[in-house]
C-alpha cells in the first residue's frame, strides 16, 4: 500500500521538485514550475490546487486515491500568462470521502511544444463518517521587517506546523505585510541584528500589482512554507496588512512612504488580487463557508470589506448588515457538530487605531456599554441562541500574542447569547505584541494568556513567542491548544 509520506518522497524524488523550484533546469527551453504546489479550501467532495509557471502554459493536474479503489482523474486548466501573474487554480471536483489524494501538476505549451516536469502534493478528503482529525490555524507572516532569515534557518514555523500533522491550515490574515518592507537588516533594541533575503519589491511597501504578488512569492520562496504548502492545504483569508495596517474601504492613507498610490480600496484591489492568484481560493468573496464532513463547518468571515471607517462615531459596520445575516444563516443551516467562526479580528480585544489611538480598529471600543461595531456582534450572538446553535468556537490572530477568553453572559452588559470561547494564536512569523486590553461589554474572562513581558515589544521570531493553534476533532469532545513553534503545548482546553 502506498502512504501519504510515500507517495510524496518517491514522487518528489522522481520529479525532482527540489531541482524544479530551487534550481535551473539543464533543459532551458522547458516550462518551469517556480513555487511548489498547494492545496486550499478542501471540503467534502470537492478542492482547490494551485501553482505557477515562468512562462504561459496550460495547467494540467493529474490525482489518484494513494490507496483503495485507487480512483483518479485528471483536470485540465487554463493557461496562464502575465495578466494572472502565470499563476491558477484549478477545482478537483467529485473526490472521494475520507481518502489521501495525492496530486500531480505539471504546464504543457500548446501544441506539446514543451513540458514541465511534475511537481506533487497532497491532502485528505474529509471522511464522511465522524472519524477524528485534527487542523491548525495562526496568522501574521513576514510581519514588522522580520522576513526570511537564513542564518536563523528560515521561516521555522511553518516547519513547526507541519510537524503538528494537520488536515489543514486556516490562515487567519495578514498573510503577508504589504506596508512592511523587508529590508536586509534590522538593528532590534538590544543591538542584535536580524537579517533578512530582501529584493527591491519588497524592501518598499506595496503600491502597484506586482509589489502585492512579489510578497507572496517571497514567503513561498521559504523552503519550510513550501514544503507545509505541498502536503497540508491551506483555508485562506485576510485582514489589514495585505494592504496596509488598519486599513477601511475609502481610506486616504495618511503615510509619506506611498508616493503612487494612497486610496486604500485602490491598493487592497491590488491585495485581493494578488491573494487570488497566489493563494488556492475561490474567486468570489473571502466570506465563505467549508464544510469538512459532518464533524465541521468552517464559516469564515471578511472583517476589511464593508467595514465603516475607524473613527469614532463614523459608523458601525465591520462586516455589514448582509454578512451579519448571512453569518447567522449559515450557522443556523449547519448540522456539523463543531461550528467555527473564522474572524480576522478578535471580539473582545480593544485594538486602537492613529495618533494616541483615538480611533479604533476592533469591535470593542474599551467601554463595557454597547456601542458601534459591537451590535453586529450582539446581532450574531442572539442570533445564533434564538436558533438553538450549539458547538459554536470563535478563532482568530491579528493581535501578535497567544491567548483563550471565555465569553459569559452573566459577566457581560449584553446578555442574549450562550456562553462561548474565542481563541487567538499568532503570530507565525512576526513581531510579538501585546496583551490587548479586553472589552467588557461580553463578558470575556482571559483563560489563558502568553504575550511578551510588560514593556517590551515587537520581540524578533528567535525570542520564542511565536505561536500557533491545533484543534483535534470528534464527535465528543473538542481539544484545542496553542503552541510554541518549538512544539511544546503552551495551554489546552477540551470542550464537550
Same mark, same amino acid.
Given at each position: 500500500?502506498?502512504?501519504?509520506?510515500?507517495?510524496?518522497?518517491?514522487?518528489?524524488?522522481?520529479?525532482?521538485?527540489?531541482?524544479?523550484?530551487?534550481?535551473?533546469?539543464?533543459?532551458?527551453?522547458?516550462?518551469?514550475?517556480?513555487?511548489?504546489?498547494?492545496?486550499?479550501?478542501?471540503?467534502?467532495? @470537492?478542492?482547490?490546487?494551485?501553482?505557477?509557471?515562468?512562462?504561459?502554459?496550460?495547467?494540467?493536474?493529474?490525482?489518484?486515491?494513494?490507496?483503495?479503489?485507487?480512483?483518479?482523474? +485528471?483536470?485540465?486548466?487554463?493557461?496562464?500568462?502575465?495578466?494572472?501573474?502565470?499563476?491558477?487554480?484549478?477545482?478537483? %471536483?467529485?473526490?472521494?470521502?475520507?481518502?489521501?489524494?495525492?496530486? @500531480?501538476?505539471?504546464?504543457?505549451?500548446?501544441?506539446?511544444?514543451?513540458?514541465?516536469?511534475?511537481?506533487?502534493?497532497?491532502?485528505?478528503?474529509?471522511?464522511?463518517?465522524?472519524?477524528?482529525?485534527?487542523?491548525?490555524?495562526?496568522?501574521?507572516?513576514?510581519?514588522?521587517?522580520?522576513?526570511?532569515?537564513?542564518?536563523?534557518?528560515?521561516?521555522?514555523?511553518?516547519?513547526?506546523?507541519?510537524?503538528? @500533522?494537520?488536515?489543514?491550515?486556516?490562515?487567519?490574515?495578514?498573510?503577508?505585510?504589504?506596508?512592511?518592507?523587508?529590508?536586509?537588516?534590522?538593528?532590534?533594541?538590544?543591538?542584535?541584528?536580524?537579517?533578512?533575503?530582501?529584493?527591491?519589491?519588497?524592501?518598499?511597501?506595496?503600491?502597484?500589482?506586482?509589489?502585492?504578488?512579489?510578497?507572496?512569492?517571497?514567503?513561498?520562496?521559504?523552503?519550510?512554507?513550501?514544503?507545509?504548502?505541498?502536503?497540508?492545504?491551506?483555508? &485562506?483569508?485576510?485582514?489589514?496588512?495585505?494592504?496596509?495596517?488598519?486599513?477601511?474601504?475609502?481610506?486616504?492613507?495618511?503615510?509619506?512612504?506611498?508616493?503612487?498610490?494612497?486610496?486604500?480600496? +485602490?491598493?487592497?484591489?491590488?491585495?485581493?488580487?494578488?491573494?487570488?492568484?497566489?493563494?488556492?481560493?475561490?474567486?468570489?468573496?473571502?466570506?465563505?463557508?467549508?464544510?469538512?464532513?459532518?464533524?465541521?463547518?468552517?464559516?469564515?468571515?471578511?472583517?476589511?470589506?464593508?467595514?465603516?471607517?475607524?473613527?469614532?462615531?463614523?459608523?458601525?459596520?465591520?462586516?455589514? &448588515?448582509?454578512?451579519?445575516?448571512? +453569518?447567522?444563516?449559515?450557522?443556523?443551516?449547519?448540522?456539523?457538530?463543531?461550528?467555527?467562526?473564522?474572524?480576522?479580528?478578535?471580539?473582545?480585544?480593544?485594538?486602537?487605531?492613529?495618533?494616541?489611538?483615538?480611533?479604533?480598529?476592533?469591535?470593542?471600543?474599551?467601554?463595557?456599554?454597547?456601542?458601534?461595531?459591537?451590535?453586529?456582534?450582539?446581532?450574531?450572538?442572539?442570533?445564533?441562541?434564538?436558533?438553538?446553535?450549539?458547538?459554536?468556537?470563535?478563532?482568530?490572530?491579528?493581535?501578535?500574542?497567544?491567548?483563550?477568553?471565555?465569553?459569559?453572559?452573566?459577566?457581560?452588559?449584553?446578555?442574549?447569547?450562550?456562553?462561548?470561547?474565542?481563541?487567538?494564536?499568532?503570530?507565525?512569523? &512576526?513581531?510579538?505584541?501585546? %496583551?490587548?486590553?479586553?472589552?467588557?461589554?461580553?463578558?470575556?474572562?482571559?483563560?489563558?494568556?502568553?504575550?511578551?513581558?510588560?514593556?517590551? &515589544?515587537?520581540?524578533?521570531?528567535?525570542?520564542?513567542?511565536?505561536?500557533?493553534?491545533?484543534?483535534?476533532?470528534?464527535?465528543?469532545?473538542?481539544?484545542?491548544?496553542?503552541?510554541?513553534i518549538d512544539g511544546k503545548a503552551r495551554y489546552r482546553v477540551e470542550l464537550t
Amino acid at each position: 500500500m502506498i502512504t501519504r509520506r510515500g507517495f510524496v518522497g518517491g514522487a518528489l524524488s522522481a520529479a525532482g521538485l527540489y531541482a524544479c523550484t530551487r534550481a535551473p533546469l539543464i533543459q532551458a527551453s522547458r516550462p518551469r514550475v517556480t513555487h511548489g504546489v498547494q492545496a486550499g479550501d478542501v471540503q467534502t467532495g @470537492r478542492a482547490l490546487v494551485w501553482a505557477r509557471c515562468d512562462e504561459p502554459a496550460r495547467m494540467l493536474v493529474d490525482w489518484e486515491t494513494a490507496a483503495g479503489s485507487r480512483q483518479r482523474g +485528471t483536470v485540465r486548466g487554463p493557461v496562464v500568462g502575465p495578466d494572472a501573474g502565470f499563476a491558477a487554480t484549478v477545482a478537483l %471536483p467529485a473526490l472521494p470521502a475520507g481518502q489521501t489524494i495525492a496530486y @500531480r501538476v505539471r504546464f504543457e505549451r500548446e501544441a506539446a511544444r514543451g513540458t514541465s516536469d511534475v511537481v506533487a502534493g497532497t491532502f485528505v478528503t474529509p471522511a464522511a463518517s465522524d472519524a477524528p482529525f485534527r487542523f491548525a490555524w495562526t496568522g501574521d507572516t513576514c510581519g514588522q521587517g522580520y522576513g526570511r532569515n537564513p542564518a536563523w534557518g528560515g521561516m521555522r514555523g511553518y516547519a513547526a506546523l507541519l510537524a503538528a @500533522r494537520p488536515a489543514f491550515l486556516l490562515h487567519s490574515g495578514d498573510m503577508i505585510y504589504g506596508d512592511g518592507p523587508i529590508l536586509p537588516t534590522k538593528t532590534l533594541p538590544d543591538g542584535r541584528v536580524w537579517t533578512n533575503v530582501s529584493n527591491e519589491r519588497v524592501a518598499r511597501v506595496a503600491q502597484e500589482i506586482d509589489d502585492f504578488r512579489a510578497r507572496f512569492a517571497y514567503n513561498l520562496e521559504d523552503e519550510h512554507v513550501q514544503a507545509l504548502a505541498r502536503e497540508v492545504p491551506i483555508l &485562506a483569508q485576510w485582514d489589514d496588512h495585505e494592504t496596509h495596517d488598519n486599513w477601511w474601504p475609502g481610506e486616504q492613507l495618511d503615510d509619506p512612504r506611498y508616493t503612487r498610490e494612497r486610496d486604500a480600496s +485602490t491598493l487592497a484591489g491590488y491585495a485581493r488580487r494578488a491573494m487570488l492568484e497566489w493563494t488556492p481560493m475561490p474567486p468570489g468573496p473571502v466570506q465563505r463557508v467549508v464544510r469538512y464532513g459532518p464533524l465541521l463547518d468552517v464559516v469564515v468571515l471578511d472583517c476589511r470589506s464593508f467595514r465603516s471607517p475607524n473613527d469614532r462615531g463614523a459608523g458601525t459596520a465591520m462586516l455589514g &448588515a448582509a454578512q451579519v445575516r448571512e +453569518t447567522i444563516a449559515a450557522l443556523a443551516r449547519s448540522t456539523a457538530r463543531w461550528k467555527i467562526i473564522a474572524c480576522d479580528q478578535p471580539i473582545g480585544v480593544r485594538i486602537g487605531d492613529g495618533p494616541d489611538d483615538a480611533r479604533i480598529e476592533g469591535f470593542a471600543d474599551g467601554t463595557p456599554a454597547l456601542t458601534g461595531r459591537e451590535h453586529e456582534l450582539a446581532a450574531i450572538l442572539a442570533g445564533i441562541k434564538a436558533a438553538g446553535v450549539t458547538g459554536v468556537v470563535w478563532l482568530t490572530a491579528d493581535v501578535h500574542y497567544a491567548a483563550a477568553h471565555h465569553y459569559e453572559p452573566r459577566r457581560a452588559t449584553v446578555t442574549d447569547f450562550d456562553p462561548f470561547w474565542e481563541f487567538i494564536a499568532g503570530p507565525i512569523h &512576526a513581531g510579538t505584541f501585546g %496583551p490587548n486590553p479586553l472589552d467588557a461589554t461580553f463578558g470575556p474572562e482571559i483563560a489563558f494568556q502568553w504575550a511578551p513581558p510588560p514593556g517590551q &515589544a515587537n520581540l524578533a521570531p528567535w525570542d520564542g513567542l511565536q505561536s500557533f493553534g491545533t484543534l483535534d476533532v470528534s464527535r465528543e469532545a473538542l481539544v484545542v491548544q496553542l503552541w510554541g513553534i518549538d512544539g511544546k503545548a503552551r495551554y489546552r482546553v477540551e470542550l464537550t
